[in-house]
């Protein structure tokens, strides 16, 4: 007589378990407690660097073998999941997420003017603050950024990856973040996806190697 | 012989573990395999929407002003434009109205009402249309992917490599694997 099994006993709460243990849900409510906490004694934790992940970068992303274009979704790829914090915002009383290094309140500069005179602003740390076009949805390695108002929808890509990852459902939110400013060459193909997928930057979609202003970030606050 | 028996048992019970992991890798093994053909975490939903033209959104308005409306987005106030977001939240249902909405392009006019873009709508004013946008989570499978790209990270490793090595010792079971091809 057989002995009776315990293992779908032990896989099936293991797996559980696991699903439910990936970090903030999208549609995660803040913690109270985290939400009663000043923003400025919030030390958001530096994510631990990973071995390559080259399982998938998701909506035709550039991965695998490619060279990583800065900032892709498939540099993303060798982040390990950070903890954003969602806390108060102490200017507007509104909830934010809150990832990567605290900001340093540094002067806002204009998308519009990035992208105008490149020149000016390439190798400075600057502060950018408007409204969430587009992110990187799977990898979360990257937003778009346009002023708050413009109806031109100039944008300019936020590079997170490999600071910290974009919290879930970013898009559509405010947002604030500082980095430095570069003038990087994106892949056709990268540019293509940002095109079709993200309806970013349709003037890439030619196939042309085209450059592009970013912000390299290392934090940044979602409102 | 005693160890054959526990062996035995033993073989099983990780049989029935490595199954339920089979299924997992293999079922979202396929479904990551096509990541360029589809979201294989969220379905997502595209319905058109034949809204109407700004100026009738907006309103009791001179005729000017609806001429203006009509052909230049850039000149809509603030209190029409947030009158022309209200016409449209209350044409797809969602008349408490979005939780932002912003000019994503010169002709993209974007109103978010749920948790990032899961539920969207890109009016466009030169023609009147817009595109609704919906996504939700996959049942289960989105649980399975989160599990074989490894999402959760940190001890959910342990378990893969287990799971790994369980395959290692299937294969060497002495009835059925390598050993049973030696005799």
Redesign the interface.
Known sequence: MHRPSLAPFVLLPVAFVACNAGGPEPSAKPDPAAVATASASVQPVRPRLAGADHASCGGGETCGSRAVEPGSCAEAANVRDTSFTTITDPATGATMNVAGQKLAGLPVVKVADMIARPGDFAGKTVRIEGDVSAMCTHRRGWFAVQDPGSKTGAYVRVLTAPSFLVPPDSIGKKARAEGRVEVIEVDPEAARHYANDHKLGEQNANGAPNRSVVIRATGAEFI | MPWRKTLF?LH??????AL??TI?YGVSGIA?NH??DW???RSVSVESLSLGGAADLVGDVPADRRDAITHD??TWSPDEEQRIVRAIAAKVGRPEGP??A?????D?F?L?FG????D?VDYTPSTGEAIRTTRKDRVVLR?MN???????????TW?ADLYALSLLFLVHHPESGTENLAR
């Open positions: 048992v099983r019970d990780v049989g029935f573990v339920g992991l997992v990551v990541r360029r979201d294989y975490d987005p850039t939780r932002n912003f000019w994503r392009g010169p993209r974007s978010f948790p990032g873009d899961d969207t649980q989160l599990l074989h790209l490894n999402k959760p990270g940190r001890w959910w378990v």
